[in-house]
C-alpha cells in the first residue's frame, strides 16, 4: 500500500487492486517520475479508482474531478451529501453519504461520521485495516481570537465527534488529519486529542499550507503514543507503508 500527500487535504491511497483519492484539489508531478500523480499515473491504471469526496469548500472539492469519468469508465464517486445539498453537484454525480451512512463494495467500506464545520470525515476499511479522513474535522478552538466560552464550545463539538469515531474504532491503520497553523499558539490541539483517544499507527498532517515545519512539529508528540507521524516535505511525497 502507498499513501501519496496530493495537496493541502488531498491524499491518494493505491492498494494492489485498486486507489483511492480523497479530497483531490490540484495535480501536483512525481519528484521521482516527474508524471502528474493523478491525471499520468491514477487515471491510466487498470484498476479501480474510488473519488472521495468530505465537503463542498474549494480546498476540498475541484469540479475537474467530475470529468475524470470520461478517461477512466471504472471511477466511483463517493463524496458526503453536503456536495449535493450545496448544489455543487447533482444526484448522477455520485454516490452520496450522511453521517452515518456507508457505501460497501468488494473493495471497500467507507463509513460516514461527522465535522465540525461543513460536511463529514470518512473511515474507510480494506483487508481488516482503517483508515480516516478527516475532511475538515479539527478542534477550530481559535482561542486566541474568540472568548473563552466560545471556544470551549469549539472543542466540546470536536470532542463529542471524536467520541463517536471511537466508539466505532479504538485502532487506526492511517490517519489523515488537519494540522492548521493559522489556530495559533495550540494548533495542534486537536491531533494531539485525536491520538490520545484513538491508537494510530501512522499519522498524516493535511491543512498545514505550506507550513511543513510547523506541521512536522507534530513528531515529537506523535511518538510519545506510539503514532508513527508521516513527515511531509513537497507534495506528491509518496510513503509505502506495507
Request: hydrophobic share 35%; proline share 3%; aromatic share 16%.
Amino acid at each position: 500500500m502507498i499513501v501519496t500527500y496530493i495537496f493541502h487535504s488531498g491524499y491518494a491511497v493505491t492498494f494492489d487492486d485498486f486507489s483511492v483519492i480523497i479530497d483531490y484539489h490540484s495535480d501536483v508531478i512525481d519528484p521521482e517520475y516527474g508524471d502528474y500523480c493523478v491525471k499520468d499515473y491514477l487515471l491510466n491504471k487498470k484498476e479501480d479508482l474510488y473519488v472521495v469526496c468530505t465537503h463542498s469548500h474549494s480546498d476540498h472539492f475541484n469540479p475537474e474531478i467530475l470529468l475524470w469519468k470520461e478517461q477512466k469508465p471504472n471511477i466511483h464517486y463517493i463524496f458526503s451529501k453536503e456536495l449535493l445539498l450545496s448544489q455543487k453537484t447533482s444526484l448522477k454525480d455520485a454516490y452520496y453519504l450522511d453521517k452515518e451512512d456507508v457505501y460497501e463494495d468488494e473493495h471497500i467500506r467507507i463509513e460516514a461520521f461527522g465535522s465540525t464545520d461543513v460536511g463529514n470525515s470518512f473511515l474507510f476499511k480494506h483487508n481488516d485495516l482503517w483508515f480516516f479522513h478527516a475532511g475538515d474535522l479539527n478542534n477550530w478552538h481559535w482561542n486566541e481570537e474568540v472568548s473563552k466560552k466560545e471556544a470551549l464550545t469549539y472543542e466540546n463539538n470536536f470532542l463529542c465527534e471524536l467520541e463517536l469515531l471511537a466508539e466505532r474504532t479504538d485502532h487506526i491503520h492511517v490517519a489523515m488529519f488537519p494540522i492548521d497553523p493559522r489556530l495559533g499558539r495550540n494548533y495542534m490541539r486537536g491531533a494531539e486529542q485525536f491520538v490520545e483517544r484513538i491508537r494510530t499507527d501512522y499519522f498524516l498532517p493535511m491543512h498545514f499550507g505550506e507550513c511543513y515545519d510547523k506541521a512536522n512539529a507534530f513528531e515529537k508528540y506523535a511518538s510519545k503514543h506510539g503514532c508513527t507521524y508521516l513527515a511531509i516535505t513537497h507534495p506528491g511525497q509518496s510513503f509505502r507503508l506495507y
